[in-house]
Nanobody, 124 residues
Framework: QVRLVESGGGLVQAGGSLRLTCAASERIFGRYTMGWFRQAPGKEREFVAGIRRTSGSTYIPDSLKGRFTISRDSTQNTVYLQMSSLKPEDTAVYYC?????????????????WGQGTQVTVSS
């Protein structure tokens, strides 16, 4: 099974940017559709972005479009989440997830593998 490790979280001021990295233990191209989720204290886990395993097509919810971008480096088995114009409400633990078919899903239970998460804190 694939292992996922997130990094790149931290403390940033409102309006700033961060790039999160998800490193996979094996090839993801053609094998895993990847997703980013986040979870704030007391809230449900929320879908942030997804990228399909072969085509590389992406999906970002309208509420985050324009600020968040997902991309991958297939040679490095890495997925990135670029976040800009960050707001205090973006504060959460961000998780990388993988699923073995081609469809991007927004429901956490559709994903088979998860990383341990990385904390993002946006100060006002």
């Amino acid at each position: 099974q694939v292992r996922l490790v997130e990094s790149g979280g931290g403390l940033v001021q409102a309006g700033g940017s961060l790039r999160l990295t998800c490193a996979a233990s094996e090839r993801i191209f053609g094998r895993y559709t990847m997703g980013w989720f986040r979870q704030a204290p007391g809230k449900e886990r929320e879908f942030v972005a997804g990228i399909r395993r072969t085509s590389g097509s992406t999906y970002i919810p309208d509420s985050l479009k324009g600020r968040f971008t997902i991309s991958r480096d297939s040679t490095q088995n890495t997925v990135y989440l670029q976040m800009s114009s960050l707001k205090p409400e973006d504060t959460a633990v961000y998780y990388c997830a993988a699923k073995g078919d081609t469809w991007i899903k927004v429901t956490p239970t559709e994903y088979d593998y998860w990383g341990q998460g990385t904390q993002v804190t946006v100060s006002s």
